[in-house]
């Protein structure tokens, strides 16, 4: 089973910015919402973002303003671009489906820390 595959985390200083990249297997993200999902230990995968096929994006409260996500129909990807980051935002990063969902992910970590 072809699988996401999430790429661009890495470690940040508060204030920065990264992008990061999900490559979808054509049947989820085809026609589909995608999101941007976050985990951090003990706590619930909540979703921050998301954007339909048409282009209408959602953002969670938390990172209105800071976070843009976006889409490539021709390369199946998705990406959210992070700006003004906080060490609040440091999470594990994946990306599903919103309408259908596939097997998730390895993820992709960002850690923001002076």
């Known amino acids: 089973q072809v699988q996401l595959v999430e790429s661009g985390g890495g470690l940040v200083q508060p204030g920065g910015s990264v992008r990061l990249s999900c490559a979808a297997p054509?049947?989820?993200?085809?026609?589909?919402?995608m999101g941007w999902y976050r985990q951090t230990p003990g706590k619930q995968r909540e979703k921050v973002a998301s954007?339909?096929?048409?282009?209408?994006?959602t953002y969670d409260d938390s990172v209105m303003g800071r976070f843009t996500i976006s889409r490539d129909s021709a390369k199946n990807t998705v990406y959210l671009q992070m700006n003004s980051l906080k060490p609040e935002d440091t999470a594990v990063y994946y990306c599903?489906?919103?309408?259908?969902?596939?097997?998730w992910g390895q993820g992709t970590q960002v850690t923001v820390s002076s």
């Open positions: 054509r049947d989820i993200f085809s026609r589909n919402t």
């Open positions: 599903n489906g919103v309408t259908w969902s596939g097997a």
């Open positions: 954007i339909s096929s048409h282009g209408t994006t």
